[in-house]
């Protein structure tokens, strides 16, 4: 492989010259990735490693069909999109195509995060009501219009939730405020919002817009339950605000059955403006915010031209069709069901065996794996989580765990992922699970024949890891301690988890 630097210099020049808050994966081992094909990513040594975690390479790395799209166009033209030019009206064509009929107007942008931010213009300028209502746990992006209305990352820093930013609870039916027992959760997670616009019209403040991913991918891989976005909309629209689909991870037929998201739950609903962005130039940065000819014609008059420099480029068209045609021609959309439905099917058999799963959740190849300390408690298995995925890279498969614990290990594979790939990735996590359990079944007999205090410690690599992303020392939060991996430096858990 071609390389500039060894991978210690590589290290030592991004410690030096990369801001320290830009992390990378696998913090105590990082992995350097020198090139990647189809659903398989290489490092400097050629070693190759499943990768489970991108869903930005949507349609495979480096699709060959993508890369002769740029190439193409990069030889004949790349400009802003003040020059009139066919790419761009034929992508908006196309991409309106696969939306239901009253979203139609298209802005394009280069990122998610952009796309967000437009988004809440165009709500704030809809009808000049400012308030936003977001999801706990909820992750829209990194500018500071965004940062403002995302829990996952307001709440680990040191900013408060701004007066105008309204949080509803997460519709988790596994481990929130409405469980998969209540006869409604729907309804019932639906009425917090309503009780959020209420309390914000007594106080004298109006809501422009209720915003939310599909499906959570950061807060933990959360399907909501069917007909809430139904009665959240009523409730919003009633108020005189928005509904905002963020599909930047979620879209572009990774559910199989669908093209977007949102179409999960009905005909009978659709958004009033859909932002997008990871997978919609495999890699390529392309993004759009898609809304209706009401919300477009009332931003307009406003009086300010909204340019966006790169956005819809000539090239970017280029790639952003490439994707389009690669979706269709291959089926991928076909490919996430059935390969999304033997890899759930396969993930419920190792729940049956492995005490570790708490729930198995997802549609086409968007899946969590909430690891458990205990199923009835349904303890965030936080420790554990993260000693797999470094067990996992081990093994030569590439997963990340997230949600408000981090113990919820995230798949989103290329959508080229085969029943293949399912399998092996399934053998290695029930390998990996089966030596953990062992390991805790040898430590709890062992503390219970001693009948020795013992305190919590956890694998050093996962405990460099959660350090690594920012998150503060488990040992020094109590519950942590009564949940955490009960062990001493000698005991038999800490020697098996490290082998």
């Known amino acids: 492989m071609c390389e500039l630097y060894s991978k210690q210099d590589t290290l030592a020049l991004r410690r030096k010259h990369i801001g320290p808050s830009c992390k990378v994966f696998f913090a105590a081992d990082p992995i350097k990735i020198v090139r990647a094909q189809g659903q398989y990513m290489f490092d400097e040594r050629g070693e190759q490693y499943l990768d489970c975690i991108n869903n930005v390479a949507h349609v495979g790395h480096c699709h060959p069909e993508v890369v002769t799209a740029a190439l193409k166009q990069m030889e004949l033209l790349n400009t802003n999109s003040r020059f ?35 988004a809440l213009r165009l709500a704030r300028q809809f009808r000049g009501h400012q308030d936003v209502i977001t999801l706990d746990h909820a992750y829209h992006g990194h500018l500071s219009s965004l940062i403002e209305i995302s829990p996952y990352k307001f709440r680990k820093g040191k900013d408060v939730k701004k007066e105008f930013v309204h949080v509803a609870p997460t519709p988790d ?46 807060g933990g891989q959360i399907i909501p339950p069917a007909g809430y976005f139904q009665k959240v909309a009523e409730y919003v629209h009633r108020a005189g605000g928005v509904f905002i689909a963020d599909e930047v991870q979620v ?17 009978d609903f659709v958004p009033d403006i859909v932002t997008m962005g990871k997978p919609m130039g495999n890699g390529h940065p392309m993004a759009c915010v ?10 307009s008059s406003s009086g300010m031209e909204y340019f966006n420099t790169y956005g819809g480029n000539p090239v970017s068209s280029a790639i952003g069709l490439a994707v389009l045609n690669v979706i269709e021609s291959e089926d991928l959309q076909g490919n996430a069901t059935r390969v999304g439905d033997y890899l759930t099917e396969l993930l419920n058999k190792q ?48 997963l990340s765990a997230d949600g408000p614990h981090r113990n919820v290990l995230k798949i989103k594979p290329p959508m080229c992922f085969t029943e293949e790939d399912a399998k ?54 109590p519950s942590r301690k009564r949940n955490g991996l009960c062990t001493d430096k000698h005991s038999l858990l800490s020697k098996r988890l490290k082998t």
């Open 251 to 267: 879209g572009f037929g990774r559910v199989g059955k669908h093209f977007w998201s949102f179409q999960m739950h009905g005909e």
């Open 173 to 218: 039916t596994y481990r929130g405020k409405y469980r998969e027992d209540h006869a409604d959760p729907a309804g019932a997670y639906a009425d917090e919002v309503k009780k959020i616009i209420e309390e914000a019209h007594n106080s004298g403040r109006k809501i422009a817009a209720f915003i939310a991913e599909s499906m959570q991918s950061c």
């Open 290 to 299: 898609v809304t209706t000819k009401e919300i477009a014609e009332a931003f």
């Open 84 to 118: 009139l030019h066919d790419n761009i009206v034929e992508y908006a064509r196309r991409l309106s195509a696969t939306l239901p009929e009253t979203l139609s107007v298209c802005y394009f942008t280069n990122s998610g995060s952009e796309a967000n931010d437009l």
């Open 351 to 398: 729940k049956a065996k492995h005490t570790l799963i708490g729930d198995i959740r997802g549609i086409g190849l968007f899946i969590g794996i909430d690891l458990v300390k205990d199923q009835q408690k349904r303890t965030p298995a936080t420790d554990e989580a993260q000693h797999v995925i470094y067990k996992m890279k081990e093994k030569q498969v590439l």
């Open 424 to 477: 092996f990735m399934v053998d290695q996590l029930d390998e990996i699970l089966t030596v953990v359990e062992e390991a805790i079944g040898a430590r709890s007999e062992s503390v219970t024949s001693e009948n020795t205090p013992c305190r919590t410690k956890m694998p050093n690599e996962a405990h460099s890891e959660l350090l690594s992303e920012g998150t503060s020392d488990p040992r020094e939060n």
